[in-house]
């Protein structure tokens, strides 16, 4: 089985700060990890991902998260934070194991940057 | 735009009726996916399918659900005798085919409206 954690619903942060958007896992093997995020009225759209190697991960629109495996983690980041930032984020996991094409989402995480 | 494209964007329907929806994934990826998204949750999993062949499909895909790729190209998800428990946005993906867990990049989605 396989399950994503986003315990937070709703993010708030001024411009300019430093953003942290959170997800755990759950997989039985080792884990691919993704983000997306939702903009009104369009589709997901990719961010990033890991498969494997490096922990850090860099993505769209300067976006970074890093995978920590003994926390079961791979928390979305940002240096500085823009008002078009504000979207609704979700992670999503994958098993390694063949054939398992399935992705499973979050419940996702609404961040607002205040202007 | 070469993207994954979805028609119809919007579908109200009486309860009972049947619906359905085509997806137009991107030219070169083989795989194709349809997920279902409600109010405040993140997509859950559907069917996937590898070409023409129908792979995986989930458990919330009940017998009203069918869903086809008949050329490997375009796929239709028809939804019979429409309940209003229905109602959701319905998202197609498409990635790449081969080994290494290539990103799904998502449509724009069908909103589905049963009254």
């Known amino acids: 089985a396989q399950s994503v954690a986003q315990p937070e619903d709703q993010v708030n942060v001024a411009e300019g700060n430093p953003l942290t958007v959170k997800c755990t896992y759950s997989?039985?093997?080792?884990?691919?990890l993704f983000w997306y995020v939702q903009y009104p009225n369009r589709g997901l759209q990719f961010l990033l991902k890991?498969?494997?190697?490096?922990?850090l991960v860099k993505g769209s629109y300067g976006f970074e998260a890093e995978f920590n495996k003994s926390q079961t983690s791979f928390h979305l980041k940002k240096p500085s934070a823009l008002v078009s930032d504000s979207a609704l984020y979700f992670c999503?996991?994958?098993?390694?194991?063949?054939?398992?094409?399935?992705?499973?989402f979050g419940t996702g995480t609404r961040l607002t940057i205040i202007p | 735009d070469t993207g994954v494209s979805q028609n119809p964007r919007h579908k109200i329907t009486k309860r009972g009726q049947n619906v359905t929806f085509r997806c137009d994934p991107i030219?070169?990826?083989?795989?194709l996916y349809w997920y279902r998204q409600t109010l405040g949750q993140g997509p859950e999993f559907l069917t996937y399918?590898?070409?023409?062949?129908?792979?995986?499909k989930s458990r919330l895909l009940s017998d009203r659900f069918s869903a086809e790729r008949p050329k490997g190209s375009f796929s239709t998800l028809e939804i019979q005798r429409t309940e209003q428990g229905d109602s959701a946005m319905y998202l197609c993906?498409?990635?790449?085919?081969?080994?290494?867990?290539?990103?799904?990049?998502f449509g724009p989605g069908t909103r589905l409206t049963v009254t």
């Open positions: 993906a498409s990635s790449f085919p081969g080994p290494t867990p290539f990103e799904q990049y």
């Open positions: 997989v039985s093997g080792n884990p691919y």
């Open positions: 890991y498969i494997t190697g490096d922990n």
């Open positions: 999503a996991v994958r098993d390694e194991n063949f054939g398992n094409e399935k992705l499973t």
């Open positions: 030219s070169e990826h083989n795989r």
């Open positions: 399918f590898q070409n023409e062949a129908q792979l995986e």
